[in-house]
T-cell receptor, first 115, second 113 residues
Framework: KAGVTQTPRYLIKTRGQQVTLSCSPISGHRSVSWYQQTPGQGLQFLFEYFSETQRNKGNFPGRFSGRQFSNSRSEMNVSTLELGDSALYLC??????????????FGQGTRLTVV | GNSVTQMEGPVTLSEEAFLTINCTYTATGYPSLFWYVQYPGEGLQLLLKATKADDKGSNKGFEATYRKETTSFHLEKGSVQVSDSAVYFCALSDRARDDKIIFGKGTRLHILP
């Protein structure tokens, strides 16, 4: 079965712009989580969506937002881009049944560069 | 809150050497523990997992045992290969409490031929 698909793979944006990243989870998975990976901060949790509802949120400013559609596909949006937003953005999907510690499956990520 | 601490890298070893990457965790519930691996330019791949105390996860020659008494989940491999060069992340999740996977900062491993 197909894995987690993230588009685009690479993006270059200028400061002040906004960007939208897309993630298609594994078929049947209803949970999608987003992470930011930078050399300095490592992997940081952004938010998780389950059945179109944000279920958990990390410690990021309001410029970072997301949503999930009825087919479980998810998008994250970053507005008013800053240089420090340059990172690899990873999406992970899981079946995420409550009280079942299933693993997450990751996409290849979107490399965002802000210039 | 829950947290994961793993040894800092980079770790450099010669091919066929024995590998240990230490990982300890703090959790108030009963988490599952994972090791993920990230090859250059790629996302994270699940390497192995353990869901309860004394479970041993294993895959591709790597092993890790869930030790509740020492709150540890150290990754080991008896004989590493150049192809094992990657970044390794220890992680936990406790879906009875919340739905985040908490990662350690990652350990970069270099294997020299």
């Amino acid at each position: 079965k197909a894995g987690v698909t993230q588009t685009p793979r690479y993006l270059i944006k200028t400061r002040g712009q906004q960007v939208t990243l897309s993630c298609s989870p594994i078929s049947g998975h209803r949970s999608v989580s987003w992470y930011q990976q930078t050399p300095g901060q490592g992997l940081q949790f952004l938010f998780e969506y389950f059945s179109e509802t944000q279920r958990n949120k990390g410690n990021f400013p309001g410029r970072f937002s997301g949503r999930q559609f009825s087919n479980s596909r998810s998008e994250m949006n970053v507005s008013t881009l800053e240089l420090g937003d340059s990172a690899l953005y990873l999406c992970a999907s899981s079946s995420a049944i409550r009280n079942s510690n299933t693993e997450a499956f990751f996409g290849q990520g979107t490399r965002l560069t802000v210039v | 809150g829950n947290s994961v601490t793993q040894m800092e890298g980079p770790v450099t070893l010669s091919e066929e050497a024995f590998l240990t990457i230490n990982c300890t965790y703090t959790a108030t519930g009963y988490p599952s523990l994972f090791w993920y691996v990230q090859y250059p330019g790629e996302g994270l791949q699940l390497l192995l997992k353990a869901t309860k105390a004394d479970d041993k996860g294993s895959n591709k020659g790597f092993e890790a045992t869930y030790r509740k008494e020492t709150t540890s989940f150290h990754l080991e491999k008896g004989s590493v290969q150049v192809s094992d060069s990657a970044v390794y992340f220890c992680a936990l999740s406790d879906r009875a409490r919340d739905d985040k996977i908490i990662f350690g900062k990652g350990t970069r491993l270099h294997i020299l031929p």
